[in-house]
């Protein structure tokens, strides 16, 4: 699933899965286009950093939704940005330079204690996480691993 048109093109023109596998737009800030209990296994990856933590976070609890009791969910989300630069600068220059060279790419951190309290407050229990690095050196990144419980 994915926000843009171009990536599903893409993701359907390269399908090697035939009718096994089935790809997405949603434009919405919920996951509403499936029912509740419908996967056993939901996976994201480098996507929620580009959300404001209040979608981010709806996200997640929406992957719990989805899932069927027994199921896991595993995603990625940085935790704390790292850099050199302070967040605010290192901001501002990113803006800055995306108006003469190229677009801005938003990056925003959730802490750890705040997505336990949301995959606590969507009935999963969190069973692992682990740093993954999948932002590089300037961010702290999670890979969080939360099971259904049936
Ligand atoms: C860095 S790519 C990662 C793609 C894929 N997960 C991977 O690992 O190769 C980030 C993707 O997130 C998508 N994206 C950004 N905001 C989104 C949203 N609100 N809902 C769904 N997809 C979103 C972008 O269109 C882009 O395809």
């Given at each position: 699933m994915d926000i843009a048109d171009s990536m599903v093109s893409l993701a359907r023109r390269y399908n090697r899965y035939g009718e096994r596998c089935k790809y997405h737009v949603n434009k919405s800030?919920?996951?509403?286009l499936f029912a509740d209990d419908t996967f056993d296994f939901v996976y994201s990856l480098?996507?929620?950093?580009?959300?404001?933590p209040r979608f981010g976070k709806r996200y997640i609890a929406e992957f719990v939704r989805v899932l069927k009791p027994g199921g896991v969910v595993a995603f990625q989300i940085p935790s704390a940005y790292l850099g050199r630069t302070p967040r605010p600068f290192a901001r501002l220059l990113r803006g800055l330079s995306s108006k003469v060279i190229r677009p801005l790419m938003e990056m925003y951190c959730i802490p750890p204690a705040e997505v336990f309290e949301v995959v606590a407050g969507a009935g999963?229990?969190?069973?692992r996480i682990f740093n993954d690095?999948?932002?590089?050196?300037?961010y702290e990144s999670c890979h969080y691993v939360v099971y259904k419980p049936r």
């Open positions: 800030d919920n996951l509403g480098i996507v929620l950093q580009h959300l404001e999963a229990q969190m069973i690095g999948a932002c590089g050196p300037d």
